[in-house]
């Protein structure tokens, strides 16, 4: 898959079942380098370098909340 060289843009989704319910917002925009930055809850923190490693794969610049 190619990756996307810079980008402006905002995203929300929402997601609840029996098991599981979630909500996730992404809100970017044009920069120099590739900025991530994560508000993960206590118990998917350990998750934030998986986020930045997914975001790296894809994303070539941008500052991403």
């Given at each position: 898959m190619?990756?996307?060289s810079?980008?402006?843009g905002a995203a929300s989704v929402q997601y609840n079942s029996n098991e599981l319910s979630f909500s996730i917002t992404v809100?970017?925009?044009n920069n120099r380098f590739?900025?991530?930055y994560f508000k993960l809850s206590d118990n998917i923190a350990h998750l934030e370098?998986?986020?930045r490693a997914l975001c790296a794969?894809?994303?070539k610049r941008g500052k991403i909340e």
């Open positions: 190619n990756t996307i810079s980008m402006t809100k970017t925009v590739l900025d991530a370098s998986n986020f794969e894809y994303l």
